[in-house]
């Protein structure tokens, strides 16, 4: 298994401003993924956040506006950036790999924007 | 978008009752698994079925999975309160070379003691 962190664990910020959202694991993962989930709605995949190198975007997100790093096998950060309302939901991070027999999800970052 | 559908979107049962939740996807799939969120937090993984799977059980819960109809069902027998929280179904499709994962829309599940 694997225990995730995450931090904040909630934030309120203004319309313009930008958070960064980090996430650890207490082992080292292959894969770490960052998910969006919108009030009352499912998880949507962000990116892959890959080690060593630049993260993998989905369709509908984009690096100048969610940059994600991922320095080592550990720990990666999200960077919601120049925020509007339209922004304001709960960040998961998740792990995978090999050595685990499923994903693992932290326990999200709830943001909102005023 | 390949976001899979779940149904139903909102079940209240009293405690003791079944609960049962659907769900269908899109693309064939390497395997579907199904989470359990409380209250806007974490994601709890329940179960993972795979493609060559047609039924699985742990505890009080069973899933079924049929590949010809592209969908699963996940049943709770004799619910309790605690089982109160949202239900994600979830992909890992075929095409896709790594793990990341696909979601249904979710079912919120009430269970009134």
């Known amino acids: 298994s694997a225990v995730i962190s995450q931090k904040p664990s909630r934030d309120i910020c203004q319309r313009g401003t930008s958070l960064t959202i980090q996430c650890q694991v207490d082992?080292?993962?292959?894969?770490m993924f960052w998910y969006r989930q919108q009030p009352g709605q499912s998880l949507t995949l962000i990116a892959t956040a890959n080690q060593g190198s630049e993260a993998t975007y989905e369709s509908g997100f984009v690096i100048d506006k969610f940059p994600i790093s991922r320095p080592n096998l550990t720990f990666s950060t999200l960077t919601v950036s120049n925020m509007s309302p339209e922004d304001s939901s709960i960040y998961l991070c998740?792990?995978?790999?090999?050595?685990?027999?499923?994903?693992?999800f932290g326990p999200g970052t709830r943001l909102l924007v005023l | 978008s390949q976001q899979g559908e779940e149904d139903p979107q909102a079940l209240s049962i009293q405690e003791g009752e079944n609960a049962t939740m659907n769900c269908s996807y899109k693309?064939?799939?390497?395997?579907l698994q199904w989470y359990r969120q409380n209250s806007g937090r974490g994601l709890v993984h329940l179960i993972l079925?795979?493609?060559?799977?047609r039924e699985k059980h742990s505890g009080r819960l069973r899933v079924t999975l049929d590949t010809s109809k592209k969908s699963s069902s996940l049943l709770i027998t004799a619910s309790r309160a605690a089982d109160t929280a949202s239900y994600f179904c979830?992909?890992?499709?075929?095409?896709?070379?790594?793990?990341?994962?696909?979601f249904g829309t979710g079912t919120r599940l009430q269970v009134f003691p």
């Open positions: 693309t064939s799939i390497n395997n």
């Open positions: 998740s792990v995978a790999g090999a050595a685990l027999k499923t994903q693992y």
């Open positions: 082992s080292q993962v292959t894969m």
């Open positions: 979830a992909t890992v499709p075929i095409s896709y070379n790594t793990d990341k994962l696909i």
């Open positions: 079925i795979r493609s060559n799977e």
